[in-house]
């Protein structure tokens, strides 16, 4: 069985801000304004991928960061497992 | 408190509402914009579908349909399936009558869209004074055709003096049907400018509703009675207006407005005929004046940080002062009552 994978919820969409990631749930609707700056693109959330998985070139810091972020994402609904 | 992000501005809207056409079957008395024929020059399909390309280039994340009534549109269906074809979200305002069981089949093949169909009235006497003869029982069977499938539906409501009321009927009955409520504020543009004295509720009306909001919190205002919402209801969702902030709304012929109840060559922020929506939306003097329109009036008020002002289309329409702060706002209700009070009992 392959392992659990994170993806956007198919009720929300994300798309690039100066700030970093607007996040839109269309189900309050409502908004996340994630202050992510350049660290993450949102195609990332397009696809099924690990919560590990993050781009190349982070520092150990920054990889923590995105990681609470992504969980805070999951637990807000943004984001669901599959 | 405001948001910081919103203050920045927002690359594109993050919704915006498009009155496809003016054309309605119905002549109800509170339409926003006295939808009746279709206006001269509406787009024509190409020019639509143009626009959807560019609103999908642009990121907007949903378009709300409305008019008129969408459905009159012949083009309506290419205009939907190119918006999901682009992954943009829909919801459609109707008023239910051309609802058939091919066209909710049709619909419920994207999970994209969703349907508010227009009821203001639980009691058929008091949705049909308001909306015409047959009006409620067309929109509870095309609500009744809706929950057979799986699109996401509700009940939309303009309160009114005449349906104040019945708005706990009103849930119940949504409840009843399997689909969600969602009340919308009555305000004075269109038609409804028209029969502004007869159907705006009054400030009792309104005070109470607020108290019934807060206790309701799974029916849905948008935005609209956000300068009457408790602090409670308003972590579920944004606290001030966002027009040319986080909406705005395009006309049959391809206006651009801050919102749908802005209407007017005052408010006309471009012309998609003459520009990209780009270019309206980061260039327009309109939308920078509503980007930084300040209602200092009311900085001194209590709930100050709760709506900032409230609506400016409603201190627009009544007070011809978009600056003015909103005249049916919580705070103003409560003195009004509070001075009704007191001349009636100095007489």
Redesign the interface.
Known sequence: MAAAGIKLH??C?V?????GL?F?D?R????L?AETGSLLAPDYFESVRSRQDLPEGLSAQQKKVLQNFITKLLERGFLREQ | MS?K?VE?G??SP??LTWEVTLACNLRCRHCLSSSAEPAANELNTAEALALVEQLHQE?V??INFGGGEPFMRPDFLQILDACHAR?I?TCISTNGTLITPELVEQLSRT?LV?IQVSLDGAEKSTCEAIRGKGTFEDAIKALELLTLSPIPTSINTVLTKENADEIQAMQQLAEQLGVTLRISRFRPSGRGADNWEELRPSPSQLLAFSAWLAENNNVRTGDSFFSLTSQERQG???NLCGAAK?TCCVSPTGMVYPCAFLQSDRFEAGDLRQNSFKEIWDNSEIFESFRGLRIHSCEDCQRFDQCHGGCPAVAYHLKDDIQGGDPECLERCVTSIADDRKKSNAA
């Open positions: 198919p009720a969409r798309r690039r801000e100066r700030f607007l839109y269309s309050g609707p409502r908004l304004f | 948001n992000f920045q927002l690359r993050v919704n990121g994340f949903q992954g979200m999970r969703a579920l969702g944004l986080l």
